[in-house]
């Protein structure tokens, strides 16, 4: 498969992660996680960087408690991600073709919440859980002593940048326990679907759209990543 990708001329491949199976928790069987899932994804990496591909490793499956990590949550869980990312970061801290995306496609509705986390989410039960936000989760990547590069995505299922920059500017200002921290090296994650602003007829808007899609530029603008680009961040 990497031989394959390389003959694409791709320069990246995103490597979604499960919190659970990187931790060993909440049931997850030894064959397939702890140490034996660790050592997988880092021979998998290995193999990746040594082709000359950077890897975008993403927290892509997690959930709070005992519930087990089997679907998508709106924001990382307080629980168990800032341990998960302390992990990730400390084995690939001395490898910087590894870019850590902090959280797939947070869709909660609130910048203060994916800025410091707290009782602001639900997951798939409806039942609220204490969130990390993506400071603490920063966090524990420079605690880790990594200082490769950290992506964030947008609101929206990370389409939506219209508070990203004041939100990532106001990190460096916040109080204990997440004072000290550095926005160096952080840039923005953004994902692009025909139901977000693309003008694209599709079965999401009853296929009423343009027929031709809008331009990039168009596209960028409708989801407010000019203003990310003109405060100095670059996207991918």
Same mark, same amino acid.
Request: with cysteine; charged share 10%; aromatic share 10%.
């Given at each position: 498969s990497v031989t394959a990708i390389t003959s694409w001329n791709a320069n990246a491949v995103r490597v979604p992660l499960n919190e659970d199976c990187w931790l060993g928790i909440n049931g997850v069987s030894s064959t397939y996680g702890g140490a034996n899932y660790?050592? *997988? &994804? +880092?021979? /998998? @990496?290995?193999?990746?960087?040594?082709?000359?591909? $950077?890897? &975008?490793? #993403?927290?892509?499956? %997690?959930?709070?408690?005992?519930?087990?990590a089997t679907g998508q949550l709106g924001m990382a869980d307080a629980d168990h991600a800032p341990a998960f990312w302390s992990g990730v970061a400390g084995e690939f801290a001395d490898n910087g073709q590894v870019i850590f995306d902090l959280f797939n496609e947070p869709f909660i509705t609130d910048w203060s919440c994916w800025v410091s986390g707290g009782m602001c989410a639900v997951d798939a039960n409806n039942v609220a859980y204490n969130a990390a936000g993506?400071?603490?989760?920063? +966090? %524990? @990547?420079? =605690?880790?002593?990594?200082?490769? $590069? @950290?992506?964030? =995505?947008?609101?929206?299922?990370?389409? #939506? /940048?219209?508070?990203?920059?004041?939100? $990532?500017?106001? &990190?460096?200002?916040?109080?204990?326990p997440l004072d000290g921290l550095s926005i160096a090296n952080?840039?923005?994650?953004?994902? &692009?679907?025909? /139901?977000?602003?693309?003008?694209?007829?599709?079965?999401?808007?009853?296929?009423?759209?343009?027929?031709?899609? #809008?331009? *990039? #530029?168009?596209?960028?603008? %409708?989801?407010?990543?000019?203003? $990310?680009? %003109? *405060?100095?961040?670059? /996207?991918?």
């Open positions: 660790i050592n *997988a &994804i +880092k021979t /998998f @990496v290995n193999l990746l960087t040594s082709n000359n591909l $950077v890897v &975008i490793l #993403d927290l892509h499956w %997690a959930a709070p408690g005992t519930e087990p993506m400071a603490t989760l920063l +966090k %524990a @990547v420079r =605690g880790a002593g990594a200082n490769n $590069v @950290v992506i964030m =995505g947008g609101l929206g299922y990370a389409s #939506d /940048f219209t508070t990203w920059v004041s939100s $990532v500017n106001s &990190i460096p200002m916040l109080p204990a952080v840039a923005a994650s953004w994902h &692009i679907y025909d /139901f977000n602003d693309t003008g694209c007829p599709s079965q999401y808007n009853n296929y009423g759209g343009s027929q031709m899609c #809008d331009s *990039a #530029d168009a596209t960028a603008a %409708a989801t407010s990543i000019p203003s $990310v680009l %003109a *405060a100095g961040f670059p /996207f991918i």
